[in-house]
């Protein structure tokens, strides 16, 4: 039974930084997808940033370029994604999500992600 859990979110003034983290627990599968997605109301759920676990290699959406940084240790089985330079309009819930250990583009909104963490709030203030 696969479990991720976000931890991390707050509030910020434009220009700041925040770090969140992703705990996964109960994967069976070695390497997969970590996904971090954004969601405000009224508007669809978008990848920000994902990583695949074995290769570390990170992708991101242009959006977030040169201010989102995604990684991940192994070892603790967990993912972070660091943001700084964060403006208002980063001001939604993120969402960590895992797949079933596909190995396609993880950084895509259609990718096949199944589980899904409970969200983490991060506002943004001009």
């Known amino acids: 039974h696969v479990q991720l859990v976000e931890s991390g979110g707050g509030s910020v003034q434009a220009g700041g930084s925040l770090r969140l983290s992703c705990t996964a627990s109960?994967?069976?599968?070695?390497?997969?997808?970590i996904g971090w997605f954004r969601q405000t109301p009224g508007k669809a759920r978008e990848v920000v940033a994902a990583?695949?676990?074995?290769?570390?290699?990170?992708e991101y959406a242009n959006s977030v370029k040169g201010r989102f940084t995604v990684s991940r240790d192994r070892l603790k089985s967990m993912v972070y994604l660091d943001m700084s330079s964060l403006k208002p309009e980063d001001t939604a819930t993120y969402y960590c999500?895992?797949?079933?250990?596909?190995?396609?583009?993880?950084?895509?909104?259609?990718?096949?992600?199944?589980?899904w963490g409970q969200g983490t709030q991060v506002t943004v203030s001009s």
């Open positions: 109960g994967y069976k599968y070695s390497s997969y997808c």
């Open positions: 990583i695949y676990t074995d290769e570390g290699s990170p």
């Open positions: 999500a895992g797949d079933k250990g596909l190995r396609l583009i993880c950084a895509d909104n259609d990718h096949p992600y199944t589980f």
